[in-house]
């Protein structure tokens, strides 16, 4: 009798297992963990797609802040996680310059993370105060040659923008001091206060403050010049020819996800971004939508990973 009844529990055991893996993902709700606060790009696109997402899978996406450390928290957090889909994070640039920012990180933004399809790129725009007498990067440059370390900059440790500057100082051979902010909104106040010379600011965040005036855009930092600004030039045409740093950002989850389950997200994440809605809200804030396979993915975030080491190392920026 003992035998036959544990014969039966391990057939119920062994049929409940084949009918949870035989169930189509996703059979319940997924988390997009969103690794900065709200209110910003990768807040807004996090959310944005989570939406999308959730229509085309007929499950809800679950959006869930988990901010410090630089992004750093909410992407060991997702390195930790179960490697089933249902825990997936929206991450870009800043989790590829934290690997050689940081001296301590307790995970690999390579290896530890399964990228899944990248979904936007977002150019910053080079601002000045208004009272400052210059209109161009090659003005700007020639000031800070001028009168070395006299220039300051806002932005928040190991931001994209703060590497921008320290790229531009690394490349035009000044020094640019910078003063370090919890977030993009108190350096634009600053920068608007005449407290700061200059910054690098995303086009969502600078853009009311360029109409009413408040602050002077000289250059794009991007390859290519902004729709929502198209007089207003590139760093590389305008002074330091090859300067390109668009902010880039995509869907990740645990690495060794199934390869069937990051095939499924990523043909959803493509088609949704490819609709006239997204791309329609993602240019009203100066982004673009851009796609690609899990493996065009991964080498971007490699070669990003060693592009910032590079600068990195050479402009001497550290966060503890």
């Not at 703060?162 to 640019?176: Q, S, T």
């Amino acid at each position: 009798m003992r035998a036959m009844l544990t014969a039966v529990v391990l057939g119920v055991m062994a049929a409940a297992s084949c009918l949870a893996q035989a169930q189509p993902y996703p059979s319940k709700p997924v988390r997009m963990i969103i690794p900065f606060p709200p209110g910003g790009a990768t807040d807004l696109l996090g959310r944005l797609a989570g939406q999308k997402l959730s229509e085309r899978l007929g499950q809800s996406v679950v959006a869930e802040n988990r901010t410090g450390g630089g992004g750093n928290i909410g992407a060991e957090f997702v390195a930790k996680a179960a490697p089933d889909g249902y825990t997936i994070m929206v991450a870009g640039i800043p989790h590829a310059i934290n690997m050689s920012l940081y001296k301590k990180v307790s995970y690999d933004f390579a290896t530890d993370l399964g990228a899944i399809s990248q979904l936007a790129t977002f150019p910053s725009m080079i601002a000045v105060h208004p009272s400052m007498p210059v209109t161009s990067m090659k003005e700007l440059i020639a000031v800070a040659r001028n009168s070395p370390g006299t220039l300051n900059y806002g932005a928040s440790p190991g931001s994209p923008n703060h590497l921008v500057m320290e790229l531009i100082g690394v490349m035009a051979n000044v020094k640019l001091v910078h003063i370090g902010y919890k977030g993009s909104g108190p350096g634009i106040i600053d920068l608007i206060g005449g407290h700061l010379h200059v910054s690098s600011i995303g086009f969502p965040g600078a853009m009311p403050h360029v109409k009413a005036g408040r602050l002077r855009p000289i250059a794009v930092t991007s390859i290519k010049r902004s729709s929502l600004l198209p007089e207003l030039p590139t760093i590389a045409e305008s002074a330091l020819p090859g300067f390109d740093v668009t902010s880039w950002y995509g869907i990740f989850g645990p690495a060794r996800m199934p390869a069937e389950i990051v095939a499924k997200l990523n043909a959803e994440l493509r088609s949704l971004m490819d609709s006239a809605d997204i791309k329609s809200k993602l240019a009203g804030v100066g982004a673009e939508v851009e796609t690609n396979t899990p493996e065009a993915f991964s080498q971007l975030v490699r070669s990003e990973i060693a592009r910032w080491a590079k600068v990195v190392k050479a402009s001497g920026a550290t966060v503890n």
